[in-house]
Each structure stands twice: as structure tokens, then as C-alpha cells.
């Protein structure tokens, strides 16, 4: 008869140890990919909001204003704020109005007013473009400014006419794209670091001009 024993509390504790470091072996890598392919995903979303956003301008002869309706119960949810826009407060991207998703691949809906924006599209337009039709003669006026992590201004040739941005893993702004500022509206855009990851899109001057050319617009 072939001998047999219990498992001793020594060797138990040793393959459960054994266990819990095959696990978090495997754990620390799947959750890079997780939020490799979440940061990729939203970097889509991005690309495909800029295109919604000159698809707004090309049927309306106009960029769109933020949305800032807070209630999800409100019919003008997700709609943007009828021109003139109003930037006393952040805004966000009207969502509803451009027929896009309202949240990023961190985000979450909302249900009620005192609700947190989780994941929502942070957005910012020039108001020469959004609260009269463009024309060629239309010019950038808030001087809307994206800097580097190092302070640099990165679009004096392009000159933004809006801006959008995910507030990232994280869930809240980093940076420039913390502060408000109606009068002196400055973004920030760079590589992820421990102190930030947001992922920011600007539209620029040169290139709606000419989409809306292609498009008949002008």
C-alpha cells in the first residue's frame, strides 16, 4: 500500500505563497494592457469627436457651444448652450448635439445634478467661431494657448479655435486644464507622467478653415 500524508501547515503556507506570486505576476501585466488599450480607445474617441466637431461646422457654419446643463433629467442635457456661448463656468463637450459618446473609457453616466463628471469630455472653443457663421475673414480671439509640459506654447502657427480633453485614468484635470480661466484660457498637453495624464485634441485655425472650404462651406 503506497504511503500517504497530509499536507503539513508549512507546506501549505508554501504553495500559497507560490500562488499569490504566480497571481500578481499575472495581474501587473494585465492591467498595463487594460489601460494601454483604455488609453487607446479613447484616443479614438478623440480623433472621432474632432470629426463630429468639424461636421457640426459644416452643417451649421459654426463650431458649437459647451454644454453646461448639470441635470440629466433636463431636456437641454448634453445639448450645447445656444450661441452667444457662456463661459463663466467649465464646460463640456455637447455630446448629444454632435452625436457622440458623452464619457471616455474611465467614464461613467451621471444621475442626478450633484452628480460627479466622471470621464465626461472637457471642451473649449474660440468664440469667434462658435457664436457667428465663419467666413474666411474670421480670426481666432480668445488666444487660446497649449503649452508643454516645459512651459512651451506649441500652437502660435496653428492658433486653436478649441480644445477637448480626456481627464484620463486619474478622473480629474491636470495641469493647465485644472484652471478656468475665460479671459487667459491655457491647456496642457504632453506624455504621461505621475502628475498627469490627461489626453488633450485642439482644432486649428488653418485646418477648419480648409475643411470647410473642401465641404462647400466657404
Known amino acids: 500500500m503506497t504511503a500517504q500524508r497530509a499536507f503539513t501547515l508549512v507546506e501549505l503556507a508554501v504553495v500559497l ?19 494601454a488599450q483604455r488609453r487607446q480607445g479613447t484616443a479614438a474617441m478623440l480623433d472621432n469627436i474632432e470629426q463630429a ?63 460627479s463628471w466622471i470621464g465626461h469630455w472637457r471642451y473649449y472653443p474660440d468664440r469667434a467661431f462658435t ?30 479655435v478649441a480644445v477637448l480633453w480626456s481627464n484620463g ?3 480629474h484635470a491636470d495641469g493647465l486644464n485644472a484652471i478656468h480661466s475665460a479671459s487667459k484660457p491655457e491647456f496642457q498637453l504632453g506624455e504621461t507622467t505621475p502628475d498627469f495624464d490627461d489626453t488633450l485634441r485642439w482644432l486649428g485655425h488653418p485646418l477648419l478653415i480648409a475643411r470647410l472650404a473642401q465641404g462647400g462651406r466657404l
Open 17 to 35: 505563497i507560490v500562488l499569490s506570486l504566480l497571481t500578481g505576476a499575472l495581474i501587473g501585466p494585465l492591467a498595463t494592457r487594460i489601460e
Open 53 to 115: 466637431i468639424i461636421g457640426f461646422a459644416l452643417l451649421h457654419g459654426r463650431l458649437p457651444c459647451p454644454s453646461l446643463e448639470a441635470d440629466p433629467a433636463s431636456p437641454d442635457y448634453g445639448l450645447e448652450h445656444p450661441p452667444p456661448c457662456d463661459f463663466s463656468a467649465p464646460g463640456y463637450l455637447p455630446w448629444r448635439s454632435l452625436g457622440v459618446p458623452a464619457f471616455d473609457t474611465w467614464g461613467s453616466a451621471r444621475t442626478n445634478a450633484n452628480a
Open 131 to 160: 457664436d457667428a457663421v465663419i467666413t474666411l475673414d474670421t480670426r481666432p480671439k480668445a488666444n487660446i494657448q497649449i503649452m508643454d509640459h516645459a512651459g512651451w506654447i506649441t500652437t502660435t502657427e496653428s492658433r486653436a
Open 169 to 171: 485614468p486619474n478622473l
